[in-house]
């Protein structure tokens, strides 16, 4: 490997080091962008939705170009699930799918195509891919970051910063000493995931789709067995992405395993005819970073940047990653290109990251929901207990058996009250009100 030394070497070409590569090397920055995976993509687990107009910020106009969309989302269905029945939520409207320039607002992928696709944007721009490569540590020179120890033979690479954008298990970003201890397995979640094989036809008959359009489904209650968390349904162009996550904290309590909730979730009444006739191309799992704001690592320090899961930037209320990811590694991007101008790749300058992010809705978000997490892991029971009383009111006010409405919404008054007391009830609701507000 090359002893030239870099502007840049980012770790990691997933949506977050991808983001950050092409930034920085279409600004004419020296970067090279380091993969594990035989290429980039190759391991990599998503729902998965991407957001376009992330996407776009880093490669304009990019749904002009040959860029791999499974299919547009014109439909959010949200379906709180009991055992046997579904209470549905949705919105729909395929020409509101698409921001006034024409970029799509949602679309699924397959990542193992995507990354690829993504990754080769960079090197478009100049940055140099090297796949197959593991950064194994960081290297230090007094007190601060120079480069990265890979596995290769003569594999020390060195730049004035290092982009850490290595995903959820991000071992360097002890080794760089921005967090000091392993992510706790309350902050994580597990998610299982299959790609079911089906006929474009057949995924546009049973969804109500015209071709290029797509549905996603995200399904809470008794698809995770009381467990915090959520399966999801979403249609790429031949074939579902089908899975389910929950907290690796609540899966160590209950010791139930990942697949046997994926296995429950295909068997659900609703979930199972829209899979009839499908073959398993793929199964994965793969875990994502849930603890929110207050488990974030330190962002910045000398010589090093931090984005993406490995920094903890995810928003599992609106199922939202790779914006995050992508966002921050563009924010990572200017900030080196403005340390490059100044000529000072310390954490002074370096901190202007953290600033950026603080200003986007990336940090915003996070900060915004910062009790979520906490939540989550206390009260798995929330997920257990209201999708019932949802669907029990919603059961009785359908049913009709002669009985008045209003007697009905007495029936249902009773019913909830007689389940959870009128002050549990206000404090699940303040409680609730609080991680969300
Ligand atoms: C099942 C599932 C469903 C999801 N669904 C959605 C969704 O629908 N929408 C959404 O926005 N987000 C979703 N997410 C979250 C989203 O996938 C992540 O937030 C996003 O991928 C983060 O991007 P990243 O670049 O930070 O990390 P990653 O995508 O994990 O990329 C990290 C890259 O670094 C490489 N790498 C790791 N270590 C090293 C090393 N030491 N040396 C070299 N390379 C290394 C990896 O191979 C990988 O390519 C989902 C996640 C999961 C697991």
Not at 170 to 190: E, G, K, T, Y
Not at 211 to 226: F, N, R
Not at 369 to 398: C, G, Q, S, T
Request: with cysteine.
């Amino acid at each position: 490997m090359s002893t030239e030394k870099f502007d840049a070497i980012v770790v990691g070409a997933g949506p977050a080091g991808a983001a950050a590569a092409i930034t920085m090397a279409q600004a004419g920055l020296s970067v090279v962008l380091l993969e594990r995976g035989e290429y980039p993509g190759a391991k990599n687990v998503m729902g998965g939705v991407m957001y376009g107009r992330m996407v776009a910020d880093v490669v304009p106009e990019f749904w002009k170009l040959d860029a791999p969309l499974e299919r547009v989302v014109v439909e959010e269905r949200v379906w709180i699930t009991t055992e046997e029945g579904v209470v549905s939520l949705g919105y729909r409207n395929p020409r509101q799918a698409y921001h006034p320039d024409g970029c799509p607002n949602a679309f699924t992928v397959l990542r193992a195509r995507w990354d690829r696709w993504f990754a080769a944007r960079a090197e478009e721009a100049g940055a140099i891919l090297v796949p197959q490569t593991v950064a194994e540590d960081v290297i230090w020179q007094d007190d601060r970051i120079v480069g990265v120890r890979t596995g290769r033979e003569e594999g020390d690479l060195y730049a004035d910063v290092v982009v850490i954008a290595d995903g959820v298990n991000s071992f360097l970003a002890q080794r760089a000493r921005l967090r000091d201890h392993p992510v706790a397995p309350h902050h994580l979640a597990l998610a299982v995931k299959e790609v079911i094989g089906l006929p474009p036809e057949i995924i546009e008959s049973r969804f109500n789709l015209e071709p290029g359009q797509g549905v996603t489904i995200e399904l809470y209650g008794a698809v995770t067995d009381g467990m915090s968390g959520y399966g999801f349904l979403y249609t790429n162009r031949d074939s579902l992405s089908v899975g389910v996550g929950v907290l690796v904290s609540h899966l160590m309590r209950t010791r139930r395993t990942p697949y046997e909730l994926l296995e429950r979730l295909k068997q659900h009444p609703a979930v199972r005819p829209l899979l009839t006739g499908g073959e398993v191309l793929e199964y994965a799992a793969h875990a994502i970073p849930e603890g929110g704001y207050e488990a974030m690592p330190r962002l910045f320090g000398n010589g090093v940047l931090i984005a993406g899961d490995a920094a903890m930037m995810v928003n599992g209320l609106h199922r939202e990653g790779s914006n995050l990811a992508m966002a921050a590694g563009r924010l990572a991007g200017e900030t080196v290109i403005e340390a490059k101008r100044r000529g000072d790749f310390s954490a002074r300058t370096l901190a202007l990251y953290e600033a950026k992010l603080r200003e986007s809705f990336v940090l915003q978000d996070l900060v915004k929901y910062r009790h979520l997490p906490e939540l989550a892991d206390r009260r798995p029971d929330l997920f257990r207990i209201y999708p019932h009383l949802v669907h029990d009111a919603v059961h009785e006010m359908l049913t009709v058996d002669g009985l008045p409405k209003r007697a009905k919404q007495r029936r249902i008054w009773q019913e909830i009250t007689r389940r959870r007391r009128p002050l549990q009830l206000l404090r699940d609701l303040y409680e609730i009100w609080r991680a969300v507000r």
